[in-house]
Protein backbone atom coordinates (compact mmCIF):
# COMPACT_ATOMS: atom_id res chain seq x y z
CA UNK A 1 0.00 0.00 0.00
CA UNK A 2 1.18 3.48 -0.82
CA UNK A 3 0.28 6.64 1.56
CA UNK A 4 0.46 10.01 0.27
CA UNK A 5 0.15 13.03 2.00
CA UNK A 6 -1.49 15.75 1.39
CA UNK A 7 -0.80 18.44 3.36
CA UNK A 8 0.95 20.08 0.63
CA UNK A 9 -2.11 20.32 -0.85
CA UNK A 10 -2.57 24.18 1.20
CA UNK A 11 0.42 25.53 2.86
CA UNK A 12 -1.86 26.67 6.09
CA UNK A 13 -2.32 22.31 7.01
CA UNK A 14 1.64 22.38 7.32
CA UNK A 15 0.82 23.75 10.84
CA UNK A 16 -1.35 21.48 11.58
CA UNK A 17 -1.01 18.25 13.90
CA UNK A 18 -3.32 16.34 12.05
CA UNK A 19 -2.82 14.77 8.89
CA UNK A 20 -5.27 13.10 6.09
CA UNK A 21 -4.04 10.54 3.84
CA UNK A 22 -5.47 8.87 1.25
CA UNK A 23 -4.80 5.18 0.94
CA UNK A 24 -4.01 3.99 -3.09
CA UNK A 25 -4.19 0.53 -4.35
CA UNK A 26 -1.31 -0.76 -6.25
CA UNK A 27 -2.28 -2.46 -9.72
CA UNK A 28 -0.36 -5.72 -9.74
CA UNK A 29 1.97 -5.78 -12.74
CA UNK A 30 0.73 -8.52 -15.31
CA UNK A 31 2.30 -11.98 -15.01
CA UNK A 32 4.04 -13.55 -17.67
CA UNK A 33 1.86 -15.61 -19.74
CA UNK A 34 3.19 -19.89 -18.36
CA UNK A 35 3.51 -22.81 -20.38
CA UNK A 36 0.83 -24.83 -19.30
CA UNK A 37 -2.11 -21.48 -19.45
CA UNK A 38 -0.70 -21.43 -23.70
CA UNK A 39 -1.16 -25.34 -24.45
CA UNK A 40 -4.76 -24.95 -22.73
CA UNK A 41 -5.41 -22.16 -24.97
CA UNK A 42 -3.98 -24.04 -27.82
CA UNK A 43 -6.49 -27.44 -26.82
CA UNK A 44 -9.65 -25.10 -27.16
CA UNK A 45 -8.53 -24.13 -30.85
CA UNK A 46 -8.06 -27.30 -31.40
CA UNK A 47 -11.64 -28.27 -30.15
CA UNK A 48 -13.23 -25.64 -31.58
CA UNK A 49 -11.64 -26.77 -35.23
CA UNK A 50 -12.75 -30.49 -34.49
CA UNK A 51 -16.48 -29.33 -33.65
CA UNK A 52 -16.23 -27.32 -37.09
CA UNK A 53 -15.05 -29.80 -39.33
CA UNK A 54 -17.63 -32.23 -37.51
CA UNK A 55 -20.46 -30.15 -38.48
CA UNK A 56 -19.36 -29.62 -42.33
CA UNK A 57 -18.60 -33.42 -42.48
CA UNK A 58 -22.27 -34.46 -41.37
CA UNK A 59 -23.65 -31.77 -43.38
CA UNK A 60 -22.07 -33.15 -46.60
CA UNK A 61 -22.67 -36.60 -45.54
CA UNK A 62 -26.82 -35.70 -45.86
CA UNK A 63 -27.32 -36.15 -41.68
CA UNK A 64 -29.76 -33.70 -40.00
CA UNK A 65 -31.35 -33.57 -37.03
CA UNK A 66 -33.96 -35.54 -37.97
CA UNK A 67 -32.06 -38.45 -38.34
CA UNK A 68 -31.89 -38.06 -34.75
CA UNK A 69 -35.52 -38.06 -33.72
CA UNK A 70 -37.38 -40.52 -31.73
CA UNK A 71 -40.43 -42.39 -31.98
CA UNK A 72 -43.14 -40.38 -31.63
CA UNK A 73 -41.58 -37.70 -33.69
CA UNK A 74 -41.59 -39.95 -36.86
CA UNK A 75 -43.22 -38.15 -39.69
CA UNK A 76 -46.76 -39.36 -40.70
CA UNK A 77 -45.44 -40.04 -44.26
CA UNK A 78 -46.13 -42.70 -46.53
CA UNK A 79 -43.13 -41.21 -48.54
CA UNK A 80 -40.88 -44.94 -49.09
CA UNK A 81 -37.70 -42.71 -50.12
CA UNK A 82 -38.05 -40.65 -46.82
CA UNK A 83 -38.74 -43.66 -45.01
CA UNK A 84 -36.12 -45.53 -45.99
CA UNK A 85 -33.96 -43.13 -45.10
CA UNK A 86 -34.93 -43.06 -41.58
CA UNK A 87 -35.18 -46.90 -41.53
CA UNK A 88 -31.00 -47.07 -42.62
CA UNK A 89 -29.97 -43.92 -41.09
CA UNK A 90 -31.73 -43.11 -37.73
CA UNK A 91 -30.07 -43.13 -34.62
CA UNK A 92 -32.01 -44.70 -32.77
CA UNK A 93 -33.22 -48.41 -33.55
CA UNK A 94 -37.09 -48.40 -32.16
CA UNK A 95 -37.45 -45.24 -35.11
CA UNK A 96 -35.66 -47.67 -37.47
CA UNK A 97 -38.06 -50.30 -36.79
CA UNK A 98 -41.30 -48.28 -37.14
CA UNK A 99 -39.72 -46.46 -40.13
CA UNK A 100 -39.25 -50.28 -41.57
CA UNK A 101 -43.07 -50.83 -40.38
CA UNK A 102 -44.42 -48.44 -42.51
CA UNK A 103 -43.12 -49.41 -45.86
CA UNK A 104 -44.61 -51.09 -48.43
CA UNK A 105 -42.25 -51.43 -51.10
CA UNK A 106 -41.32 -55.33 -51.19
CA UNK A 107 -38.22 -54.79 -53.55
CA UNK A 108 -36.61 -51.62 -50.79
CA UNK A 109 -37.83 -54.21 -47.76
CA UNK A 110 -36.09 -57.63 -49.24
CA UNK A 111 -33.04 -55.35 -49.65
CA UNK A 112 -32.70 -53.76 -46.04
CA UNK A 113 -32.85 -57.12 -45.01
CA UNK A 114 -29.91 -58.14 -46.96
CA UNK A 115 -27.93 -55.05 -46.23
CA UNK A 116 -28.73 -54.48 -42.43
CA UNK A 117 -26.90 -56.50 -39.96
CA UNK A 118 -29.54 -55.69 -37.12
CA UNK A 119 -31.73 -58.71 -35.49
CA UNK A 120 -34.32 -56.61 -34.75
CA UNK A 121 -34.24 -54.89 -37.86
CA UNK A 122 -34.88 -57.69 -40.17
CA UNK A 123 -37.62 -59.07 -37.73
CA UNK A 124 -39.23 -56.06 -38.52
CA UNK A 125 -38.60 -56.38 -42.43
CA UNK A 126 -40.27 -59.91 -42.10
CA UNK A 127 -42.95 -58.60 -40.59
CA UNK A 128 -43.73 -56.17 -43.46
CA UNK A 129 -42.83 -58.50 -46.18
CA UNK A 130 -45.87 -60.04 -48.04
CA UNK A 131 -43.90 -61.27 -51.52
CA UNK A 132 -44.48 -64.49 -51.22
CA UNK A 133 -41.00 -65.52 -53.70
CA UNK A 134 -38.86 -63.36 -50.52
CA UNK A 135 -40.30 -64.81 -47.81
CA UNK A 136 -39.88 -68.66 -49.26
CA UNK A 137 -36.21 -67.12 -50.33
CA UNK A 138 -35.48 -66.28 -46.49
CA UNK A 139 -36.56 -69.55 -46.04
CA UNK A 140 -34.88 -71.70 -48.06
CA UNK A 141 -31.94 -70.03 -46.95
CA UNK A 142 -28.71 -71.45 -45.29
CA UNK A 143 -26.30 -69.34 -45.94
CA UNK A 144 -24.97 -67.51 -42.28
CA UNK A 145 -22.18 -65.89 -43.41
CA UNK A 146 -21.96 -62.92 -41.45
CA UNK A 147 -25.13 -63.96 -39.30
CA UNK A 148 -25.36 -66.17 -35.70
CA UNK A 149 -26.78 -69.34 -37.12
CA UNK A 150 -29.27 -69.18 -33.94
CA UNK A 151 -30.79 -65.91 -35.66
CA UNK A 152 -31.19 -66.89 -39.00
CA UNK A 153 -33.53 -69.57 -37.88
CA UNK A 154 -35.58 -67.08 -36.01
CA UNK A 155 -35.54 -65.47 -39.59
CA UNK A 156 -36.38 -68.30 -41.41
CA UNK A 157 -39.21 -69.55 -39.20
CA UNK A 158 -40.87 -65.83 -38.87
CA UNK A 159 -40.71 -66.21 -42.75
CA UNK A 160 -42.87 -69.30 -43.17
CA UNK A 161 -45.37 -68.26 -40.61
CA UNK A 162 -46.14 -65.35 -43.20
CA UNK A 163 -46.14 -67.57 -46.15
CA UNK A 164 -49.43 -68.55 -47.79
CA UNK A 165 -48.74 -70.14 -50.93
CA UNK A 166 -49.45 -73.95 -50.28
CA UNK A 167 -46.76 -74.81 -53.20
CA UNK A 168 -44.68 -72.99 -51.58
CA UNK A 169 -44.59 -74.40 -47.97
CA UNK A 170 -44.49 -77.79 -49.28
CA UNK A 171 -41.67 -76.98 -51.32
CA UNK A 172 -39.90 -76.00 -47.81
CA UNK A 173 -41.14 -78.81 -46.37
CA UNK A 174 -39.78 -81.24 -48.58
CA UNK A 175 -36.62 -79.61 -48.56
CA UNK A 176 -35.90 -78.39 -45.24
CA UNK A 177 -35.86 -81.30 -42.92
CA UNK A 178 -36.21 -79.81 -39.97
CA UNK A 179 -38.55 -80.52 -37.33
CA UNK A 180 -38.80 -76.66 -35.81
CA UNK A 181 -39.22 -75.05 -39.46
CA UNK A 182 -41.70 -78.41 -40.49
CA UNK A 183 -44.30 -77.18 -37.48
CA UNK A 184 -44.08 -73.69 -39.13
CA UNK A 185 -44.95 -75.30 -42.27
CA UNK A 186 -47.76 -77.10 -40.88
CA UNK A 187 -49.56 -74.12 -39.38
CA UNK A 188 -49.42 -72.37 -42.73
CA UNK A 189 -50.87 -75.47 -44.26
CA UNK A 190 -54.71 -75.77 -45.29
CA UNK A 191 -54.29 -78.06 -47.98
CA UNK A 192 -56.02 -81.23 -47.29
CA UNK A 193 -54.26 -83.90 -49.44
CA UNK A 194 -50.79 -81.75 -48.43
CA UNK A 195 -51.26 -82.40 -44.40
CA UNK A 196 -52.40 -85.93 -45.33
CA UNK A 197 -48.98 -86.37 -47.38
CA UNK A 198 -47.27 -85.29 -44.29
CA UNK A 199 -49.51 -87.63 -42.22
CA UNK A 200 -48.71 -90.53 -43.77
CA UNK A 201 -44.76 -89.51 -44.15
CA UNK A 202 -43.41 -93.05 -42.80
CA UNK A 203 -39.81 -91.18 -42.12
CA UNK A 204 -41.30 -88.11 -40.45
CA UNK A 205 -41.33 -87.73 -36.71
CA UNK A 206 -44.66 -88.56 -35.69
CA UNK A 207 -45.44 -85.14 -33.51
CA UNK A 208 -44.95 -83.58 -36.44
CA UNK A 209 -47.57 -86.28 -38.50
CA UNK A 210 -49.56 -85.41 -35.91
CA UNK A 211 -49.86 -82.05 -36.17
CA UNK A 212 -50.84 -82.78 -39.25
CA UNK A 213 -53.42 -84.84 -38.97
CA UNK A 214 -54.95 -82.42 -36.16
CA UNK A 215 -54.99 -79.57 -39.36
CA UNK A 216 -57.41 -81.88 -41.01
CA UNK A 217 -60.60 -80.84 -41.19
CA UNK A 218 -61.88 -83.21 -44.42
CA UNK A 219 -63.82 -85.90 -42.85
CA UNK A 220 -63.18 -88.57 -45.49
CA UNK A 221 -59.47 -87.58 -45.98
CA UNK A 222 -59.47 -88.73 -42.43
CA UNK A 223 -61.70 -92.04 -42.88
CA UNK A 224 -58.80 -92.98 -45.36
CA UNK A 225 -55.84 -92.47 -43.13
CA UNK A 226 -58.09 -94.68 -40.63
CA UNK A 227 -58.58 -97.35 -43.64
CA UNK A 228 -54.75 -96.98 -44.96
CA UNK A 229 -53.24 -100.24 -43.32
CA UNK A 230 -49.58 -99.01 -43.84
CA UNK A 231 -50.25 -96.23 -41.93
CA UNK A 232 -49.07 -95.79 -38.81
CA UNK A 233 -51.42 -96.92 -35.66
CA UNK A 234 -50.89 -93.69 -34.09
CA UNK A 235 -51.43 -92.02 -37.20
CA UNK A 236 -54.73 -93.74 -37.43
CA UNK A 237 -55.71 -93.43 -33.94
CA UNK A 238 -55.32 -89.20 -34.13
CA UNK A 239 -57.38 -89.40 -37.40
CA UNK A 240 -59.96 -91.02 -35.03
CA UNK A 241 -59.84 -88.26 -32.66
CA UNK A 242 -60.48 -85.72 -35.79
CA UNK A 243 -63.77 -87.17 -36.72
CA UNK A 244 -67.10 -85.94 -36.15
CA UNK A 245 -69.39 -86.78 -38.61
CA UNK A 246 -71.61 -88.98 -37.86
CA UNK A 247 -72.08 -90.24 -41.35
CA UNK A 248 -68.49 -91.09 -41.80
CA UNK A 249 -68.28 -92.32 -38.03
CA UNK A 250 -71.16 -94.73 -39.31
CA UNK A 251 -69.28 -96.13 -42.61
CA UNK A 252 -66.54 -97.25 -40.60
CA UNK A 253 -68.31 -98.72 -38.21
CA UNK A 254 -70.19 -101.34 -40.69
CA UNK A 255 -67.01 -101.69 -43.61
CA UNK A 256 -63.90 -101.57 -41.32
CA UNK A 257 -62.70 -105.53 -40.66
CA UNK A 258 -60.45 -103.82 -37.11
CA UNK A 259 -62.99 -105.42 -34.57
CA UNK A 260 -61.38 -102.26 -32.64
CA UNK A 261 -62.02 -99.19 -34.92
CA UNK A 262 -65.72 -100.69 -35.97
CA UNK A 263 -66.41 -100.61 -31.97
CA UNK A 264 -64.15 -97.22 -31.39
CA UNK A 265 -66.45 -95.24 -34.21
CA UNK A 266 -70.01 -96.52 -32.08
CA UNK A 267 -68.63 -95.32 -29.37
CA UNK A 268 -68.28 -91.85 -30.69
CA UNK A 269 -71.95 -91.95 -32.53
CA UNK A 270 -74.59 -89.55 -30.82
CA UNK A 271 -77.21 -90.42 -33.60
CA UNK A 272 -79.40 -92.65 -32.47
CA UNK A 273 -81.45 -93.35 -35.97
CA UNK A 274 -78.03 -94.29 -36.91
CA UNK A 275 -77.15 -96.36 -33.78
CA UNK A 276 -80.30 -98.31 -34.06
CA UNK A 277 -79.76 -99.00 -37.69
CA UNK A 278 -76.50 -100.56 -36.91
CA UNK A 279 -78.09 -102.59 -34.71
CA UNK A 280 -79.98 -104.19 -36.78
CA UNK A 281 -77.18 -105.06 -39.01
CA UNK A 282 -75.50 -108.52 -38.57
CA UNK A 283 -71.86 -108.75 -39.84
CA UNK A 284 -70.81 -112.20 -40.30
CA UNK A 285 -66.67 -110.97 -40.47
CA UNK A 286 -66.59 -111.16 -36.30
CA UNK A 287 -67.30 -107.82 -35.81
CA UNK A 288 -69.99 -107.06 -33.01
CA UNK A 289 -71.21 -103.91 -34.62
CA UNK A 290 -74.72 -104.80 -33.51
CA UNK A 291 -73.91 -105.94 -29.64
CA UNK A 292 -71.94 -102.57 -29.91
CA UNK A 293 -74.46 -100.29 -31.43
CA UNK A 294 -77.17 -101.42 -28.52
CA UNK A 295 -74.75 -101.21 -25.83
CA UNK A 296 -74.46 -97.52 -26.86
CA UNK A 297 -78.11 -96.77 -27.51
CA UNK A 298 -78.69 -98.00 -23.91
CA UNK A 299 -75.75 -95.59 -22.53
CA UNK A 300 -77.07 -93.03 -24.67
CA UNK A 301 -81.03 -93.59 -23.95
CA UNK A 302 -80.00 -93.61 -20.23
CA UNK A 303 -78.16 -90.24 -19.59
CA UNK A 304 -81.64 -89.07 -21.46
CA UNK A 305 -83.47 -90.05 -18.70
CA UNK A 306 -80.80 -89.53 -16.33
CA UNK A 307 -79.98 -85.86 -16.85
Not at 29 to 36: F, L, Q, T, V
Not at 176 to 204: M, P, R, S
Not at 270 to 284: G, S
Request: charge should be neutral; aromatic fraction near 8%.
Amino acid sequence: MVRAVVADLKPEWKDQKSFYFVTLKEEPAPEPASGKTEVIGLFKIIIGGLACLTIIVLVLLGIHANDYLKVEQLPETTDQTLLVKYALKAKHLEVRCAAVAKLTDQALLEKIFQENVDNAHRRAVIVGLTNQAALAKIALTTDYTGIAECDYEVYRADAIKKLTDQDLLMNIYQKNGYKYFNFAVIEGLTNQAALAKIALAGDEDYSVRQAAIKKITDQVMLMNLIKDETADTNVRGAAFDCITDQAVLAKIALDSTCKVYCAYAIRKLTDQAVLAKIAQEDRQDGCRTAEEAKDRLHTLTFNQIRY
